[in-house]
């Protein structure tokens, strides 16, 4: 394998948590559970889980592609989600991005996210090549 490539978003909980936003070693990328705050630290999509979950997976894209990988390498995907009712809507904006790649995928339940704000949390695993 060869050396570590750690991404950043610019984040100030990077820095603070000490945590990337993907981390690289070798042809793997983790990429780091993933919400709707842009970079000035305000929520994207505010009680609109779709919108949330768009946005998570083009800064998920983004990250990606900072670590040399691009959106077909992803073979897993974690969804964390506030309310799992609207388990369609999140699921309509994953299949928007992944319908023909097609990673293993899970959506769980959870109390609470960071933010109140926050309905859906994201993380992908990649494998380049």
């Not at 699921?91 to 339940?109: C, K, L, N, Q, S």
């Not at 959870?110 to 992908?124: N, T």
């Amino acid at each position: 394998m060869s050396g570590r490539t750690n991404v950043s978003s610019g984040a100030k909980w990077e820095n603070i948590v000490g945590y990337s936003r993907a981390v690289r070693i070798g042809n793997i990328v983790e990429v780091a559970g993933t919400t709707a705050v842009d970079e000035n630290g305000q929520v994207v999509g505010a009680g609109d889980v779709y919108a949330q979950a768009r946005y998570i997976l083009e800064k998920i894209e983004r990250a990606l592609n900072q670590a040399g990988a691009a959106r077909t390498d992803v073979i897993r995907t974690r969804m964390f989600v506030t309310d799992i009712s609207q388990w369609q809507e999140i699921g309509r904006a994953h299949g928007e991005f992944f319908r023909d790649i097609r990673p293993a995928a899970t959506m769980v339940e959870v109390s609470a996210l960071v933010s109140p704000e926050l309905l859906v949390e994201i993380e992908v695993s990649a494998v380049i090549g």
